[in-house]
């Protein structure tokens, strides 16, 4: 068998922050040896009160071919901070106008542990390991889908946790969509 070539790196491949993006190449190399680390935030409205109303949730094509509901997710970027990486991927998907209010202590409600093996954890990306840190974002703006997402439904709480909404989703968010309504004192 044919050695592997490893790519060399430099000093400044790791410390520069001005390249954010890793080429595709480097994206798989890098996937296959070391878990990714990823937010995942669930888009809520909330009453003048703070309680959860509603639930955004997307609707995405995967990449096997299929269309599902999905959450707001992506990379943390190499040197960005967790709530500038949620800020970036809830703009990116649920448009500009949407004004996340980002919490001041941004702790997440859990974590979520990804693997190219859906048996391992129930949370799968066919991709690579990956750890999550999810958030339960409230919205004030207006939504405009963008990006890969082709739509956004608002749900209510009850709605979100049904059987025919959790079967639209899939790589476990149904399990971490069920996870966020708990924390907010939403399930039944």
Not at 170 to 177: F, I, V
Request: aromatic residues 6%; charged residues 25%.
């Amino acid at each position: 068998m044919p050695p592997t070539r490893v790519r060399e790196w430099s000093v400044s491949d790791i410390t520069e922050t001005a390249n954010q993006w890793l080429t595709n190449e480097d994206l798989e190399t890098v996937r296959g040896r070391v878990p990714m680390v990823y937010v995942d935030a669930v888009p809520v409205r909330v009453d003048a009160l703070g309680e959860v109303t509603h639930v955004g949730l997307l609707l995405r094509a995967m990449a096997d071919g299929t269309v599902s509901r999905a959450l707001v997710t992506g990379r943390i970027l190499f040197g960005e901070r967790i709530r500038s990486a949620l800020m970036r991927h809830l703009e990116k998907d649920l448009g500009p106008m949407a004004l996340p209010r980002i919490p001041a202590n941004p702790t997440p409600f859990t974590v979520a542990e990804y693997f190219p093996d859906p048996t391992v954890s129930g949370y799968h990306d066919p991709r690579q390991h990956a750890v999550s840190l999810a958030y339960v974002v409230p919205i004030a703006g207006d939504v405009e889908p963008s990006e890969d997402a082709l739509d956004l439904a608002w749900v209510t709480p009850e709605e979100a946790n049904s059987d025919e909404v959790r079967r639209e989703m899939t790589g476990g968010h149904d399990r971490l969509l069920r996870l966020a309504l708990a924390h907010v004192c939403q399930l039944p």
